[in-house]
DNA sequence: TGTACATCAGTGAACGCGCGTTCACTGATGTAC
DNA sequence: TGTACATCAGTGAACGCGCGTTCACTGATGTAC
């Protein structure tokens, strides 16, 4: 039966918001689409109502992602000084919490490879929001901007890679020595 | 027909160098047994008469890539400095070809997010890999072994997440831009 | 060394299964008057 | 405001396809004597 336009509207959003979820916890490839509608409250076949195909719903997925990290980058700052910013993003970055919890963590070590991957316009929102991070973050680091830059380039390359060694070797020493590593050595 | 033990031998190094190919390049679950024993010149149904399953396939290619890039370390470490050999591992790890190439390159920013998801011996053996690889860069790092040690998780990490940036944005300037920050920061 | 036979590497068809997408259908919603 | 009808969100079956794995078969290899 028909819905209206304010139900329709819901069932985008948790389309979406269930998408963003599975896809960072199992990747794009081993989510499928009834999953997805599932965990939605809806059937499969009501899907594509909403987006063209399953790529489109992945583009969306990490833009809608991305533009939430930057949101609350901001959302911080306003309160903290752009240092603190930094430093609480760095912390939450770096938790234990993020390395069990990918379907609320960052794209770029859950789904990075396999956007790459993918191409099109799944790579295109990858590339856009991994841009907008960085920018968010040099703004807030010291010095030149040039020099600002680089230092937030490392930084989230540092972060990335961390969380993908981390969740690699999920309940081993290794894994939890990186991320010590990272955390004192980025003065936490 | 049936071949010789030689010839099985060599089949079975061939699966296996493929598989290694092919899952760096596309990913596990993205790359059928099929297409592996394509490239190894045979056809699928003779997969396992050499490995019990895909999986087992998995975990062993991700040893025999460990094995390989510790090997590679270890010999460039018999004709220079200890710190020209790290060196030169950065400057490979960095370089604009390990970006294009993955099948060539390092299992952490092809696999290591799916490994993670996987679990099992396929995390298995890439949580011993990875901490293989931080042993000899630790190995060859100066300074007290504990910093030594921690100096080498947080440049692995580092690595590893300028590579599935710079993959992740392929051909976009961020992607150059993080690389580029990432060799200068590291001293190149 | 030669012979007879058991083994088994590799082939190619077949299996059951899950996937993305399509489609006919239902009935509440939105719109035109 | 009320009515008649067109629209379309959501349902559930079906489509074609590719996958990992199994299997009967072939015939060269390896072994026992």
């Known amino acids: ?27 794009i490839a081993q989510t499928s689409v009834a999953e997805i509608m599932q965990a939605a409250a809806l059937t499969h076949g009501g899907f594509y109502r909403h987006f063209a195909s399953k790529d489109e719903l992945a583009a969306a997925a990490l833009a809608a992602i991305f533009a939430g990290i930057v949101g609350e980058l901001e959302t911080v700052s306003e309160r ?7 430093e609480e993003y760095v912390a939450t970055y770096l938790s234990d919490d ?11 070590p859950a789904l990075g490879t396999e956007a790459g991957r993918l191409g099109g316009t799944i790579a295109g929102a990858a590339a856009a929001g991994i841009a907008k991070v960085i920018d968010a973050l040099a703004s807030r680091l010291p010095g030149p901007k040039q020099t600002a830059r680089a230092r937030a380039a490392q ?26 590593a990272c955390r004192e050595r980025l003065g936490l």
Chains 1, 2 share one sequence.
């Open 98 to 108: 993020h390395v069990r919890r990918p379907g609320l963590g960052c794209p770029i």
């Open 155 to 180: 930084l989230l390359a540092t972060l990335v890679g961390a969380i993908v060694i981390a969740r690699a070797t999920e309940g081993e020493a290794i894994g939890r020595e990186v991320l010590t």
């Open 1 to 27: 039966m028909r819905q209206s336009r304010e139900a329709k509207a819901e069932s985008h959003e948790a389309i979406l918001a269930e998408a963003a979820r599975l896809f960072r916890e199992r990747g």
């Open 80 to 86: 903290e000084s752009p240092r603190a910013a930094v």
